[in-house]
């Protein structure tokens, strides 16, 4: 049973993250000075969480644990 508790804790800790990301992209994007290697990089780590975070929703989660 722990095994689902994890995998949902993982798939809410992802979702944070990926609004954290957010607020990061649009923080930059309205900055005095935009810094577009900062956003890219940003843009690729949101594009992995968002990967991982299909990628758990996709497995059971006792088949993770």
Known sequence: MSGGTD????????RER???????????????????????????EKRKVVDQIAALERTPPDIIA
Do not use: M, P, Y
């Not at 995998?7 to 992802?14: F, I, P």
């Not at 990926?18 to 843009?43: H, M, N, Y």
């Open 18 to 44: 990926c609004d954290q990301l957010d607020r990061l992209i649009a923080e930059q994007s309205r900055g005095a000075v935009t810094d577009f290697a900062k956003i890219r990089r940003l843009r690729e």
């Open 7 to 14: 995998h949902a804790e993982k798939v809410v800790a992802l």
